[in-house]
């Protein structure tokens, strides 16, 4: 087992080097990763390591880091944290004790975020990270950790809000009834905490308030009970498993309802992979690439997008974009501080405020990025369309999803 995890942590580590362009000049800042390249978080893990790698060569191949006097290239060490966050925390000690890296890179999940946040904490080392959203996180008191996407109570909540204010306009006088369907694990459970307190703030009754195992292979039980009781709006959130699995067998169980949101839509590649049965879906997303936002470095959101289909075969989903942002606000960070002390970069981090092209970010005192909002796609005629906040939006929402009896 220890060689072939070496072999595959060296593999990683190949990989990113073939991207980062020129071979690396003798001036470098490593900064270290364990992410999930293998186990239940392996493809959104690829997304987050492809994300992490076309920053660091665009910013390489743009001449690297100007630090004081001297000029950097960037390289990342990658370990394979199987998906497990023991093992995520060991490897962070590994990469700090080992490794003498100074500067980390978030995992993916927010379960893998807790397991390393204490580690990158207990010795100092800034932590920028992008795929740990679990509100949780930053009520723990972390001085060295900082994240680029919003928290977990945003995800859904643009859901919520829409039902409800779709009820209004009707005149519907009773109240909405809601199904929810989380995974067990600290992402989803801070998603659906927030969800149950939308609807209290709604006055919407939660009917099913269900949770799955984290092995997440059937949702059948959840879903009869969907069907039996007709809830006015279904949310579900289990990572790219759970999503992909939620379209599937409301499909193959004809499970109808008026309005079904998901988290990670994209990264499942709902379209690509049920397509009809995708449609009506309502998904929420840190980012999108229609979004006006831009920089010097990509441009803009849009042409982050096609720069990363060009690279990699495939449109970037919101893991992908918001791990380039992390990287940037390192490079922007070492530049401010002038100096790769790391009590300064921690300090630069922290007074950080900038437009990337994945959005604005400037960090609270809790590290959390307080400039960004979530923004909520439905699939429409095979493709994700923002439909809020109204200030994104590219079109009308597509409103009740009619029944299987009536869909091609």
Wanted: hydrophobic share 45%; with cysteine; charged share 20%.
């Amino acid at each position: 087992m220890t060689v072939l995890f070496k072999h595959v942590a060296c593999a990683a580590a190949v990989a990113a080097a073939s991207l980062s362009g020129p071979a690396l000049a003798q001036e470098t800042i490593e900064l270290g990763a364990a992410v999930s390249l293998t186990g239940k978080y392996s493809t959104d893990g690829e997304h987050t390591q492809r994300g992490y790698d076309l920053a660091v060569k665009m910013i390489n191949d743009n001449g690297g880091v100007e630090v004081g006097d001297k000029t950097y290239m960037l390289e990342v060490i990658y370990y394979d944290d199987e998906s497990t966050p023991a093992r995520g925390a060991q490897l962070a000690e590994r990469l700090i004790n080992q490794d003498g890296v100074q500067f980390m890179l978030g995992p993916y999940s927010s379960g893998l975020t807790k397991a390393i946040a204490p580690v990158t904490e207990q010795y100092g080392i800034p932590m920028v990270e992008a795929n740990g959203a679990s509100v949780s996180l930053f009520q723990e008191g972390y001085r060295y950790m900082f994240a680029v996407l919003s928290t977990t109570e945003q995800y859904l909540a643009s859901s919520v809000a829409l039902a409800a204010d779709l009820a209004e306009q009707e005149g519907r006088t009773e109240p909405l009834r809601l199904a929810a369907v989380f995974e067990n694990d600290p992402f989803s459970q801070d998603v659906r905490a927030g969800v149950l307190a939308d609807a209290e703030r709604y006055g919407i009754e939660v009917i099913i308030d269900d949770q799955l195992p984290p092995d997440l292979d059937d949702m059948a039980p959840s879903l009869a009970a969907v069907k039996q009781l007709k809830p006015d709006l279904l949310v579900v959130s289990g990572h790219n498993q759970g999503a992909a699995l939620a379209i599937k067998q409301m499909q193959e169980m004809r499970v109808d309802v008026p309005m079904l949101a998901l988290t990670h839509c994209d990264s499942a590649d709902i379209i690509g992979n049920f397509g009809a049965a995708a449609e009506y879906t309502l998904c929420a997303s840190q980012w999108a690439p229609t979004l006006s936002y831009s920089d010097d470095l990509f441009g803009s959101a849009g042409d982050f997008a096609k720069l990363f289909e060009e690279t990699y075969g495939y449109a970037p989903p919101y893991q992908a974009a918001e791990s380039a942002a992390a990287v940037m606000v390192f490079a922007d960070a070492f530049e401010r501080a002038g100096t790769l002390d790391r009590e300064a970069v921690r300090d630069a981090i922290a007074a950080t405020d900038m437009e990337t092209f994945y959005g604005n970010v400037r960090f609270d005192e809790t590290g959390k990025n307080v400039a960004k909002p979530m923004v909520l796609y439905q699939v429409q005629d095979g493709q994700f369309v923002v439909v809020a906040p109204v200030d994104w939006a590219e079109a009308e929402l597509r409103y009740p999803t009619p029944p299987w009896s009536e869909r091609q």
